[in-house]
């Protein structure tokens, strides 16, 4: 049965709403960070426009059931997704990949966990003492507002040393192993120790911190209440109350679990169209799945700069001395992702729209340009799971509108 127009989503629509969101990136920003992305972006770029007029590269396949060739039909995308969560549309993935269904935070679990002790981690965390300068904390670079991220690309620390990776959000944090990009850390107390003796981030003395945190105000009586009288201020003491605090850091509940959780009308129509997406078309649950929106594996997304030293992460390959996880990086969680921006492991993408342009050109694939290369069992390879996409302009919209409800 033939639906009203205005059931109806094609890429003419979303452009006319969408002037503000970006829809044509402003290339030249990266054209100065990369000759490999510059090829990508164009690629995307050329999609995007060749959408605006008659072409419909991209469109949706006719053996979707709620898709045809004016756009995709929301009624049916509603009656759809009002069955239970078993009976959605089955993700579409990469060959060889199961995904975890997703799930609201409510079913993430939630730790036991001392409110002393806690309170006292929170009260670490606040605090820009705990570094050299008395002028970092972790919630410099941790910030509720943007996720338990920041909004820059890269940290800023000690004295105004910029890192060399952005921060990851620390929404969900208890359930991620191993820790950071790369994966450097096998528990929350490790994590916590790295940016404290970091000479780029905190900077501090790590031996001399518990005196110095003992001379303090009352963090002396604060230790002896939250872990025993007497048990004063030590270092494992301030990792323990610092990790245990980061645990209780779970994502705020959304209209994403709202709509999970049975109020099918909770998210509007291009937000749905939007999950719908992220399940099948933009085969985002090859990597992006469960609860909290991610596989905890780590992958080459082409972004490695291998061999331009300025710009060179070789991320997991440095924890593991493996030549195969050269420029592999850790899947990060999308709860909240959208206040979490800039994105990537380097803080490239400040904009969704580019971000997601990226992924629909396949992402960038390096090759080796001599015999030297070729033959460089260390040559990054970016990861087979990434494939290009076709996706509309509007469909573009749509997935990032669904990104900010989570």
Request: proline share 7%; with cysteine.
């Amino acid at each position: 049965m033939k639906k009203a127009a205005s059931l109806r989503w094609n890429s003419a629509t979303a452009s006319n709403d969408n002037n503000h969101d970006g829809r044509r990136m402003n290339i030249a920003s990266h054209l100065k960070k990369t000759t490999v992305a510059l090829a990508v972006l164009l690629a995307g770029g050329a999609l995007l426009l060749s959408l605006d007029g008659q072409a419909r590269e991209g469109a949706p396949s006719a053996v979707e059931p709620c898709a045809g060739a004016s756009g995709w039909d929301l009624a049916c995308l509603r009656q759809t997704y009002a069955r239970p969560i078993a009976g959605w549309p089955r993700p579409q993935v990469a060959d060889g990949v199961t995904p975890l269904e997703m799930a609201p935070v409510s079913a993430m679990p939630v730790p036991s966990l001392a409110p002393a002790v806690v309170a006292l981690g929170q009260r670490l965390f606040n605090d820009p003492r705990l570094s050299r300068s008395n002028a970092v904390a972790c919630l410099s670079c941790h910030s509720p507002a943007h996720s338990f991220a920041d909004s820059k690309r890269v940290s800023v620390g000690h004295e105004g040393r910029l890192g060399q990776r952005n921060t990851p959000g620390l929404l969900g944090v208890a359930q991620i192993k191993p820790l950071f990009w790369d994966g450097r850390a096998s528990s929350l107390e490790e994590q916590a120790l790295g940016p404290l003796q970091h000479p780029d981030e905190m900077a501090m003395d790590v031996p001399a911190l518990p005196a110095k945190l003992a001379a303090l105000d009352d963090y002396a009586a604060q230790f002896d209440a939250a872990f025993g009288q007497g048990a004063g201020v030590t270092l494992p003491r301030i990792l323990t109350a610092l990790a245990d605090y980061q645990r209780t850091l779970l994502p705020p509940v959304t209209r994403f679990d709202t709509f999970l959780e049975g109020e099918r009308t909770a998210l509007n129509d291009r937000e749905l169209l939007g999950l719908h997406l992220f399940r099948t078309k933009a085969r985002c649950m090859t990597c992006h799945s469960g609860a909290l929106l991610t596989d905890q594996q780590f992958h080459n997304l082409g972004l490695t700069y291998y061999g331009r030293k300025k710009y060179e992460d070789l991320g997991r390959y440095l924890v593991t001395g493996k030549d195969g996880d050269v420029g592999k990086f850790r899947t990060p969680g999308l709860r909240g992702v959208a206040q979490s921006g800039p994105w990537m492991h380097n803080g490239l993408f400040p904009q969704m729209v580019g971000l997601l342009n990226m992924y629909n050109a396949g992402m960038s694939r390096p090759v080796p340009h001599n015999a030297q290369q070729a033959a460089d069992p260390k040559f990054p390879v970016t990861s087979s799971l990434l494939q290009p996409l076709q996706l509309t302009s509007g469909e573009i919209i749509a997935l990032k509108s669904f990104l900010e409800a989570l």
